[in-house]
């Protein structure tokens, strides 16, 4: 299997040294950049599978970075885990509205990281192998899951889902009525023991309701089940 090719991009240099390190150790090629400007020019030349970024960059900052990355055709999906000292609940909420795929507050342990790295690897490949294994395509009344092509549609439109958003929706779909606490997915999804509180499955949730649902707060397809967690439901079924 090719080495998997990770961006770290944070201002701090002794971070930018020991995770740099540590990642080369695992067995990664690592591109440390210290700056967004400058990791935008080395794009132009490197293919690359993830992206760690730094909230607070000189000029610009960490999430227009990933604002401008998420406009290229080439990382619409490239996996991107968010360092910061911000810690404040809109700073997450941001970040992962913004497509990141994890977002962890400093200081951190080199192993929580690495731990996290690992997980979003895994759920990529482990959709990989599912949709070569399965080809198939899921659908409930007006919304379309496409497994093959990694699509999905309501009332025949495409509605542009981030990596996780798709994952979370065809796993709750592929379980049809089955409950899933925040626990579960988080274990299921991002592959770990979480490190933080399970808000950050609510966030997805949150931004997967507004892009099919037709009224979010009177969610059709993915429900809440009080004190239990979250389930799918086909609302064809149901008339």
Known sequence: MAKKTIMIIDDQPEILELVSFTLQKEGYDVIPVEDAETALQELKEKDIDMFIV????????????????????????????????KGEEFDKVLGLELGA?????????????????????????????????????????????????????????KVN??????????????????????????????????????RTVDVHIRRLRTKIEEDPSNPRYVVTVRGKGYKFRDPGKEE
């Open 54 to 85: 730094d909230i607070m960059l000189p000029n610009m900052d960490g999430f227009e970075f990933v604002r401008t990355i998420r406009s290229m055709e080439k990382h619409k999906a490239t996996p991107v885990i968010f360092l910061s000292a």
């Open 161 to 198: 889902l981030t990596p996780l958003e798709f994952d979370l929706l065809r796993f709750l779909a592929e379980n049809e009525g089955k409950v899933f606490s925040r626990d579960v997915l988080l274990d299921k999804l991002w592959g770990y023991d979480y490190f933080g509180d399970t």
């Open 101 to 157: 795929d994890d977002y962890i507050v400093k200081p951190f342990s080199i192993r929580e990281l690495l731990a996290r790295i690992r997980a979003v690897f895994r759920r990529m490949q482990a959709g990989v192998v599912q949709k070569e294994e399965k080809p198939k395509k899921i659908v409930a009344k007006d919304l379309e899951i496409d497994i093959d092509k990694y699509e999905v549609r309501v009332k025949g439109k």
